[in-house]
């Protein structure tokens, strides 16, 4: 493109495109219950192997990315988040 982008630069976009499509799907009536994985992994055992038994607890492994990616509890990117990616404009909907 001609435009000299560092991988940082590219790390930012993606985190920009990220919270962009989250907003997104929150205007459009996505909540906390959306986030989630398939059944199988959540309720039936590993059948072999290292992990035979295990199932995936999900809510601290949500929690935990919510705070990785600058969200409130429910999913929704916080406002210094926004701020932080130059999308201060849409912290209120806008």
């Known amino acids: 493109t001609g435009i000299p982008y560092t991988a940082d630069d590219l790390m930012k976009v993606g985190e920009r495109v990220w919270n962009l499509e989250k907003l997104y799907n929150l205007r459009e009536g996505f909540s ?16 072999e192997g290292p992990s035979k038994g295990f199932t995936v607890n999900l809510a601290p492994m ?5 705070q990785f990616r600058g969200w409130d509890e429910n999913g929704v990117p916080k406002p210094e988040k926004l701020q932080e990616l130059g999308l201060k404009d849409l912290a209120d909907g806008g």
Do not use: F, N, S
């Open 32 to 47: 906390k219950e959306d986030d989630t994985l398939p059944d199988r992994l959540l309720h039936d055992p590993i059948a």
């Open 62 to 66: 949500l929690e935990e990315y919510y």
